[in-house]
């Protein structure tokens, strides 16, 4: 805790949050972070470590900081993959410290070049708004069925790393929406008596629309009743991760109303879970601490409920890759591991570092390629050197992102979510 006679922040040049910086002072400098840490392990820079970038964090909320714009690339870098809160014995919150940073960098920042400025329009006006992102990405699948991606590839308007990561999209049948409303078990399946909320996500829904379809079936052949709100609303991460904390305030206040009757609000992407149980602090409100008390994971409600359909045999060698915001963000380690263990002829195998980060970070393998990419390398090695024919992970940017390097390895692993081995036989 600061003391009267420790420094303090600085009203001129600090975040105004004072409790981030007051969390800044509980690092110790002891580096047991730095080994966990994904940028540090490539570029071995201490300003690319979470103890670097929380002594330049501290040193800009002192106002000790000249240039304050001259440590963002630093800050730009770093992953948010909160590995270093997990190995951290000081409890340092670094993911606050780093959010209210990029907040207040975002907030001084001068003039955004052309490039940052499109990116936040998308962010803001695209990627938060769930019917935009749909025509986009019909308009996405119609310029790769009219060869205008092959196009643009080719003209090198669009880099090459960025068509790498990108899978194809999928027909408009797999990238159908859920249909909204109140969805109940099927004749014959004892009911639990327990109506949750389904979040379907930005991403999850056009990328991985099976995925939330496995899940509403998965739910429902457990006995439990399901909403999917119509009126749900993007989680708000990618504004967060991007400084523009405002924006995502008022995606959560809608998501707040949204949700309003929900026992619990199940996820099953595990960025957007873990912002979702944030909005306590996103919006320092008592209901957004209530919301985020009945936030979890499919995993951590599945195993607290406990499986009343048993899964379908899946003879197969799976190794289970931990989400970071699943598994450090959020702590749920055991739970996807103790349902997949429940899976008939499943043979789950470990692999090299599974709480690793992958790389995808959001759109982190966009804007930062040249640290992404040897981290995907890495992640897809250590998979391949397991032995395993499936990669079970349970949020969809590391789906892609895992995808897509195992591909450019030359691996045909398959990329599963942890629901489709849970189903039950049709
Ligand atoms: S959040 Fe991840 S990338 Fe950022 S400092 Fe911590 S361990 Fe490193
Ligand atoms: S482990 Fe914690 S206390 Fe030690 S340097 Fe890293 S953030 Fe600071």
Not at 48 to 76: H, K, N, T
Request: hydrophobic share 40%; aromatic share 4%.
């Amino acid at each position: 805790m600061a003391s009267s006679s420790e420094p303090k922040p600085s009203a001129a040049h600090g975040p105004t949050d004072v409790a981030a910086y007051t969390r800044s002072l509980d690092c110790v400098h002891c580096g047991l972070c730095l080994p966990t840490c994904p940028t540090y392990q490539v570029l071995g820079v201490e300003a690319d470590s979470p103890r670097g970038r929380i002594y330049l964090m501290r040193a800009l909320a002192e106002g000790r900081v000249q240039d304050p714009q001259a440590i963002r690339p630093f800050l730009d870098r770093c992953l948010d993959c909160r590995a270093c809160e997990t190995a951290c014995p000081s409890g340092v919150r670094y993911g606050e410290i780093l959010e209210t940073t990029r907040a207040e960098l975002e907030r001084q920042r001068p003039a955004p070049a052309v490039a940052s400025r499109l990116a936040r329009f998308l962010l803001r006006h695209v990627v938060a708004r769930q019917g935009r992102v749909r025509f986009a990405f019909t308009l996405l699948r119609a310029a790769e069925v009219l060869g205008l991606k092959w196009l643009a590839g080719k003209l090198r308007l669009i880099p090459k790393h960025a068509l790498a990561i990108a899978p194809p999209v999928p027909n408009r049948r797999e990238r159908a929406p859920l249909p909204t409303g109140l969805h109940t078990p099927p004749a014959g399946t004892a009911r639990r008596g327990i109506k949750v909320a389904l979040f379907t996500g930005c991403i999850m829904e056009p990328m991985f629309g099976r995925v939330n379809r496995a899940t509403l079936r998965l739910l429902l052949a457990n006995g439990f009743d399901v909403e999917v709100p119509a009126a749900q609303r993007c989680c708000g991460a990618l504004l967060v991760h991007a400084g523009l904390p405002e924006p995502a305030r008022e995606l959560a206040r809608a998501n707040l109303t949204a949700f309003a009757d929900a026992e619990f609000v199940i996820n099953n992407s595990a960025g957007c879970g873990c912002a979702m149980k944030e909005y306590g602090h996103l919006l320092g409100t008592a209901d957004g601490k209530a919301f985020a008390a009945k936030c979890r994971d499919i995993s951590e409600f599945l195993a607290a409920q406990g499986l009343s359909a048993p899964p379908a045999p899946r003879p197969l060698r799976a190794a289970y890759d931990d989400p970071c915001h699943l598994c450090h963000g959020q702590g749920v380690r055991s739970q996807p591991r103790q349902l997949l263990a429940q899976v008939p002829e499943l043979q789950l195998v470990q692999h090299d570092k599974p709480e690793d980060c992958c790389g995808s970070a959001g759109i982190y393998n966009l804007l930062q390629p040249e640290v992404a990419e040897p981290i995907g390398q890495r992640k897809a090695a250590a998979l391949v050197a397991s032995g395993a024919r499936a990669v079970v992970t349970g949020n969809p940017g590391c789906m892609m992102q895992i995808q897509s390097h195992l591909r450019r390895a030359g691996s045909d692993i398959a990329v599963m979510h942890p629901v489709e081995l849970l189903l039950p036989a049709e």
